[in-house]
Nanobody, 116 residues
Framework: QVQLVESGGGLVQTGGSLRLSCAAS????????MGWYRQAPGKQREFVAR???????SYADSVKGRFTLSRDNANNTVYLQMGSLKPEDTAVYYCNTFFSDNRLYWGQGTQVTVSS
């Protein structure tokens, strides 16, 4: 069984920063990619950022230059450093992990609220 444990969400003012973390634990082989999606009320879940096993990074246009994704391979953890936060960044943020055996897991989600 695999678990993704997310942390770091909360309430922040416009222009503030937060750091989310997601740690994968359990029985698994190689991790191909880890990333973040988000879902705002009444909207579909959308891609935020992803890092692959060979450290290729990709970001949604809406967060480029403001969010930075990094990875701690030894601890199977990714960190999403979010800066210059805007009210439109308010959403539940979900971590996902794609394994080499084609399994895809999602975390439980963590709420990020940016007040104006």
């Amino acid at each position: 069984q695999v678990q993704l444990v997310e942390s770091g969400g909360g309430l922040v003012q416009t222009g503030g920063s937060l750091r989310l973390s997601c740690a994968a634990s359990g029985s698994f082989g190689r991790i191909n990619a880890m990333g973040w999606y988000r879902q705002a009320p009444g909207k579909q879940r959308e891609f935020v950022a992803r890092i692959t096993s060979d450290n290729r990074l990709s970001y949604a246009d809406s967060v480029k230059g403001r969010f930075t994704l990094s990875r701690d391979n030894a601890n199977n953890t990714v960190y999403l450093q979010m800066g210059s936060l805007k009210p439109e960044d308010t959403a539940v943020y979900y971590c996902n992990t794609f394994f080499s055996d084609n399994r895809l897991y999602w975390g439980q989600g963590t709420q990020v609220t940016v007040s104006s």
